[in-house]
């Protein structure tokens, strides 16, 4: 077996961060009663008839509702992907113009612009993290400092948190004029467009529980 179809299998099986817990109890109902209607027919009972007549969709009804709910499960996954995808090219985008644009004057520049391309990433793993409902864990300490850290682990919100760390930065770098106005207008749209993204994923992340 070869190494993406292990994944594949792994994948598959895995019940943590998957949608298996939402959808086995209708999974298991729906289950159930087809089983009841299946012995029901085996034995003849007259009972069959009288479900099928007053209780279930006809079959065109039936095909029109789950041919708009897969379309409507894969608009949702194409939205999500589309999502991921603006928050990663803009945090690469982020940080080669923070490596390219602010100055190195000291060795405390060349220290803080490691942090902050850092904690750009720790944006992204945080927005996993939110999303899942899952806490700051390992991955994404390594990133920051034990004192972030720290205080990540108490706030409702940690990526949003990482944005307003970001946004002192760069208002700091215009403060000591390592940044012109323009240079930090564009690096602040950047920075909407990772909180736009963020905010997007938690309005889909609700509507896949609807």
């Known amino acids: 077996m070869s190494n993406s179809e292990k994944n594949w299998f792994k994948l598959t099986v895995t019940i943590k961060n998957s949608v298996i817990p939402a959808i086995m109890p209708r999974v298991i109902l729906c289950t159930t009663l087809g089983m009841a209607i299946s012995l029901f027919d085996y034995h003849d009972w007259p009972i069959v008839s009288e479900v099928f007549n007053y209780f279930i969709f006809p079959d065109l009804v039936l ?5 708009f ?5 894969y608009d949702r996954f194409w939205e999500g992907r589309k999502l991921w995808g603006t928050l990663v090219n803009t945090v690469r985008n982020f940080s080669r113009q923070i490596w390219l644009i602010v100055p190195e004057k000291d060795i405390n520049d060349t220290t803080n612009k490691i942090a902050i ?21 390992s991955e994404i300490e390594a990133l920051i400092s034990s004192e972030q850290y720290t205080k990540l682990q108490t706030m409702n919100h940690p990526p949003l948190e990482i944005a307003f760390w970001i946004g002192d930065y760069l208002q700091a770098q215009n403060k000591h004029h390592h940044l012109h106005i323009y240079q ?9 467009t990772m ?5 997007g994923a938690n309005e889909l992340v609700k509507l896949l529980y609807l």
């Open 195 to 199: 909180v736009d993204v963020l905010g």
């Open 63 to 67: 095909g029109l509702l789950l041919v």
């Open 69 to 73: 709910r897969t379309n409507t499960a």
């Open 184 to 192: 930090l207008t564009a690096l602040y749209k950047l920075l909407d």
């Open 117 to 137: 391309l850092k904690l750009l990433v720790a944006f992204a793993v945080a927005t996993k993290l939110h999303l899942r409902g899952e806490k700051i864990n």
